[in-house]
């Protein structure tokens, strides 16, 4: 059912962004949002989580802004999708918390957020879209090497204190 769910919004997502957009922007906007999302993901946990939840995220976001700032995707999203959307990730967020079931909810919020960046993004001239778009994936990206949140990444740190004999 999950990845049922998780093809359905790709599909109807895709159509109403495919429709308004290019196509290289469309690609661009599957791929970063893969890329944000895991890197996400990675950032607060040990791996990158699997799915395609923060794709879905992204897009669902994407629609929501520019339904806010063009009349193009007006009217797109119901209020029972924004709802649905809004209360899975504050239930995921709680099920994960009480332990009950493990949700990759950094892939969910990174996507989310990385939507909305998109959206406000898409709607400045070509060289400003580009500049913040590299800008934010080589942040993205260096989470990769650099993820101060994560078990394993506190675990390495306080090993190499603890061979350095750095104990306090």
Avoid: R
Avoid at 33 to 62: E, H
Avoid at 73 to 81: D, G, P, R
């Amino acid at each position: 059912w999950h990845l049922a769910f998780n093809l359905y919004c790709l599909w109807v997502f895709s159509k109403k962004i495919e429709f308004e957009t290019s196509k290289i922007f469309y690609g661009t906007l599957i791929l970063s949002s893969a890329l944000a999302s895991s890197a996400g993901q990675l950032a607060f946990s040990d791996s990158t989580g699997i799915g395609l939840s923060g794709i879905g995220y992204s897009l669902f976001a994407y629609i929501f802004l520019m339904s806010k700032m063009t009349e193009a995707y007006k009217n797109y999203l119901s209020k029972q999708t924004i709802n649905l959307f809004i209360i899975w990730l504050v239930l995921c967020i709680i099920l994960t918390q009480t332990e009950a079931w493990s949700v990759g909810n950094a892939a969910h919020i990174s996507g989310l957020l990385w939507g909305l960046t998109m959206a406000y993004i898409s709607k400045l001239d070509g060289l400003k879209q580009w500049a913040i778009g590299i800008g934010l994936l080589s942040i993205i990206v260096s989470s990769i090497f650099w993820t101060p949140f994560s078990t394993s990444w506190l675990s390495h740190k306080a090993y190499s204190l603890h061979i350095d004999k750095k104990e306090d």
